[in-house]
């Protein structure tokens, strides 16, 4: 899971995939494409949004996105179009190129929708945000 500073979106979507996985079998970490926000927690918005849905997402740490991840991970879901271009650039293979997807193409195939951030806004937002990646990671856990 990829967005921009890793505090706001990627964790909240690393959050609920786990929910939904057997993370015994499934590894689900989330990272972002700058590294302002490197060791520290997510934003404390989306830590209540995950809280008022049950889940508990103080465990993260921000970590920014590298090419090692490539070899780790099977599939890379990205935010939004401009997190998608910043991964894309960093692949070294067409293999590499073809794990990153947005992760609203789960809900609306084809449509190129990005997850908005919520950072500057208010704690509405928040909830939007998490809503649509319930609805993305149900669609990825059931595939997985």
Known sequence: MVCLGNICRSPLAEGILKSKVDTSKIEVRSAGTGGWHVGELPDPRSIEVAQQHGLDITDQ?????????????DHIFVMDTSNYRDVVKLATSPS????????????????????????????????????????????????L
Not at 61 to 68: A, V
Not at 104 to 124: A, F, M, Q, S, T
């Open 61 to 73: 740490r921000g970590k920014q996105f590298s090419t090692y991840d490539f070899e780790i991970y």
């Open 96 to 143: 590499e190129k073809e794990k990153v997807q947005l992760i609203l193409d789960e809900i609306y195939p084809g449509e190129k929708r990005d997850v908005p951030d919520p950072y500057h806004g208010g704690d509405e937002g928040f909830e939007k945000v998490y809503q649509m990646l319930d609805a993305a990671c149900e669609k990825i856990a059931t595939r």
